[in-house]
């Protein structure tokens, strides 16, 4: 891992992205983030009951909202960042610390007040986790002409996650009544049916025991391994998605949108805009700002399917014969004391999206499978650690 010089608002922006995932692992790709950093973490609190509950489509959100909100601060600059299903990371400059906690805080007072969800939120300084023993590296994955999402390894950023879960570096939330900006905050999509039986959720972590070599060479292994699903297991059409008169998703857009104004309000006047978008996707009417077709794939390049995040994150649409390959190859490296995983089943995929305009290629749309994803492959992990 390197650490380079530079403004430190411009650090990321100036890391140059790779597009082949299957070198994910190579340590030269990563920066280390300057000392003076801050990451950011934040994660829903009893994700899991929420679940069972049927309301992930709702963790999905709070957790996409973490990032929006860190968009929308003014004087927009490019920052890492990576979704987690039932929550978030992220990093930011000094002079950014006290918009980032403003935002934060705001969006726990908003999960509060619109959907009875307990948020944790914290920032924690680099320089707390090196003096820890462990690193914040970045690398910048091209995933298409208009967006590239971050890839974090050196295990910092899961110790921030721990130690906010252990009550420390933890924000309040803000006055009650203050919003988040979560502009382009959206849910629209129809959820994804995997073409070949399955949506299969794959975490998988290094056991810090064992030598990064032979971690970085599973990985490697496991990629060739889904390399032979069609385009690498990714879960969306290379058309893209469909859509609905009628998306599921919009009820939590309407909240994360209305403002100051009533929800049914904000829900009908959603409504009324899907439906006439609707009849332009159905219809593949262009309009000045978008081309449907050409928008569609757009999401489908633009989709995070596949990240780093101090561990592997896949979200595969797959079939039985290739998840028992995986979790075989898996379980022998965990047996070996190279790693610890947990995978899990289920029948669709779901998108969260970020779409700051609808005439510009820069949206971005965070796939988890639809059932609980990366938060229930979660508890196999943590229990192949023995917690």
């Known amino acids: 891992m390197v650490m380079i010089n530079l403004p430190k608002d411009l650090f990321y922006n100036q890391i140059q992205p790779f597009s082949d995932f299957t070198r994910v692992t190579e340590l030269d790709l990563y920066h280390s983030l300057p000392d003076d950093w801050i990451v950011g973490v934040a994660d829903v609190v009893d994700s899991t009951g929420a679940i069972e509950a049927g309301l ?43 918009a ?51 890839m974090f390894r050196g295990g910092g950023v899961v110790w921030a996650e721990n130690k906010m879960k252990e009550g420390e570096f933890q924000l309040e939330m803000a006055a009650e009544g203050i919003q988040p900006d979560l502009s382009g905050l959206s849910c629209r999509w129809t959820p994804l049916k995997p073409k070949r039986g399955m949506v ?3 975490l998988v972590s290094p056991n810090s025991g064992a030598a990064s070599g032979a971690f970085r060479e599973v990985v490697h ?14 879960p ?13 998703g919009v009820t939590q857009e309407a ?20 439906f ?41 649409d797959c079939d039985e014969p290739m998840a028992l390959q995986i ?23 779901m998108m969260t999206c970020i779409v700051p305009s609808t005439a510009t290629n820069d949206h971005m749309h965070f796939v988890d499978g639809a059932s609980g994803g990366y938060a229930r492959a979660s508890i196999m992990l943590k229990k192949s650690q023995g917690k």
């Open 327 to 349: 979790e075989e190859l898996l379980e022998k490296a965990r047996l070996d004391g190279v790693l610890y995983y947990g995978t899990y089943r289920q029948k669709e995929a």
């Open 56 to 98: 992930y489509k709702t963790i999905n959100t709070i957790g996409a909202s973490i990032i929006a909100a860190q968009f929308n601060i003014p004087g927009k600059m490019q920052f890492p960042y990576v979704f987690g299903g039932d929550g978030a990371a992220f990093a930011i400059w000094p002079a950014r610390r006290e």
């Open 221 to 234: 292994e496991l990629l060739e391994l889904v390399h032979h699903l069609e385009r690498d297991g990714h």
């Open 255 to 274: 909240h994360a949108s209305r403002g100051k104004q009533p929800y049914w309000r904000r829900l009908i006047e959603l409504r009324v805009r899907v």
């Open 100 to 150: 980032s906690k403003d935002a934060l805080m705001a969006v726990k007072r908003w999960a509060f007040e619109e959907f009875n969800m307990i948020l944790r939120v914290a920032l924690v300084p680099v320089r707390e986790i090196r003096a820890a023993g462990l690193d914040v590296a970045v690398a910048r994955f091209q995933v298409s002409d208009g967006v590239d999402y971050a």
């Open 236 to 248: 969306v059409p290379v058309e893209g998605p469909t859509t609905s008169w009628q998306p599921k």
């Open 200 to 202: 299969l959720s794959v």
């Open 276 to 316: 006439i978008a609707w009849l332009f996707f159905l219809t593949n009417t262009s309009t000045s700002e978008i081309n449907p077709s050409e928008y569609r794939a757009e999401v489908s390049s633009n989709t995070d399917f596949r990240k780093f995040d101090d561990g592997l994150k896949l979200t595969l």
